[in-house]
């Protein structure tokens, strides 16, 4: 144990996580930074060998549905504050296996709320309890409208109710026992180390590798993008300034349909990797709708701005660019988790 203000971020080693960690530990070397992770097929410590060695860095393997185990955790290096991120993170997955979702996302953040309750009753002073939550809590906007910190919660996939139930029971631990919690919701993340089971980098490997582009329904549902660096300096930012009780929403200010991020990627592609000026878009297949498709989120991200000071740094035509690079040029990164199971996933999803 030390002095040191000592964080436990979970879900370190996916894509977000693994964004905040390198944050955290290369920002505060006065810190101590503890990634816990069970390592799911999302989870992959590739994504940190950079760091991984940092003095101020540790890596802890394990579930946070364990109780024994996080309360153990919790006594070996006295949190001072947690960033709660582990979570079953894809909605289609979602659709084929809701449970998994209730285990990990509602009981997972249920028993870490419960644990840090327990680890600092009498003295919760100084202390926080972070949760990364998603703008798709929010439900389905039309046309029109962007969701604000006070749009009803109307989650419509398993993957947005088992995120929405968690967030009530974060709100919940702060009203009934105190628990010092802030909680962000935020849009569609892209950028590197992003598992290609989402749509970019889907998109981007296939592109690579010529295989067809698979776009669900009409290809007119409608995302706002934020590059990954900019959210985990959004958490990092709330982490130490964001007022405790309260919900902030992040988002890119940067809409987009699928179809026409579709023809972006393509074009972008081909130029990087020297094809004929719309040779990749001749891949796209309209497929298969996904069940219960939202059709467009939007964030109003103007409290976090307001109150914080914070916006994006970067617009998608350079963050695009930095990550149809980095994909190329990190082809064995890749492969690495283009995996066994995961090709068995793509097969079945895409079939
Ligand atoms: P991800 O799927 O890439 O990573 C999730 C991580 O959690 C993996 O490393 C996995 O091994 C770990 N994990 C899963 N179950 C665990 C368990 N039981 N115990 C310990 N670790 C476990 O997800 P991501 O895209 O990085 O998202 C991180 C968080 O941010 C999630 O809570 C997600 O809901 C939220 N979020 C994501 C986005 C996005 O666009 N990706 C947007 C808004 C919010
Ligand atoms: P996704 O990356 O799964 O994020 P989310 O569903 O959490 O927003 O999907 C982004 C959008 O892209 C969503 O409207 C579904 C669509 N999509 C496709 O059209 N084809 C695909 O193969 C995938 C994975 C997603």
Not at 116 to 126: F, I, L, R, S, Y
Not at 274 to 290: C, N, Y
Request: charged share 25%; aromatic share 12%.
């Amino acid at each position: 144990m030390s002095n040191k203000h000592t964080i436990l971020v979970t879900g370190g080693a996916g894509f977000i996580g693994s964004h905040l960690v390198r944050l955290l530990v290369q920002k505060y070397p006065d810190y101590h930074i503890v990634n816990l992770d069970a390592l799911t097929y999302a989870g992959n410590l590739a994504n940190l060998t950079d760091i991984e060695e940092a003095p101020n860095y540790s890596f802890e393997r394990g579930d946070i549905t364990q109780q024994a185990f996080m309360q153990d955790l919790f006594r070996k290096y006295d949190f001072d504050g947690v960033i709660h991120l582990a979570a079953e993170s894809h909605v289609d997955r979602s659709i084929t296996n809701p449970l998994e979702f209730v285990e990990t996302n509602v009981l997972g953040t249920v028993n870490l709320l419960n644990v840090a309750k327990e680890a600092w009753k009498g003295q919760p002073e100084g202390k926080r309890f972070y949760h990364v939550s998603t703008d798709e809590v929010y439900g389905s906007l039309g046309e029109e409208g962007f969701f604000t910190e006070e749009t009803p919660y109307d989650p419509r996939s398993p993957y947005s109710a088992s995120k929405a139930s968690s967030d009530h029971f974060v709100r919940a631990y702060f009203h009934t026992y105190q628990l010092p919690v802030v909680i962000s919701n935020c849009s569609n993340n892209y950028g590197p180390y992003q598992f290609p089971e989402k749509l970019i980098p889907l998109m981007i490997n296939n592109i690579r590798e010529n295989r067809p582009l698979p776009v669900y329904g009409d290809g007119k549902y409608t995302r706002d993008w934020l590059w990954v660096k900019d959210h985990a300096a959004a958490i990092d930012l709330i982490y130490h300034q964001g007022q405790t009780g309260e919900t902030y929403n992040i988002g890119g200010n940067n809409e987009w349909k699928n179809i026409d991020l579709v023809h972006k990627l393509c074009d972008i592609l081909d130029e990087l990797l020297g094809r004929p000026t719309g040779a990749s878009r001749q891949l796209i297949t309209f497929v298969r709708d996904r069940p219960g498709h939202d059709r467009r989120y939007a964030i109003d991200a103007s409290k976090i701005r307001d109150e914080l000071g914070w916006e994006p740094s970067i617009q998608f035509e350079e963050g695009f660019r930095q990550t149809a690079q980095w994909y190329l040029d990190n082809a064995g990164w890749l492969q690495g988790v283009l995996s066994g199971a995961y090709r068995e996933y793509y097969a079945k999803q895409y079939s």
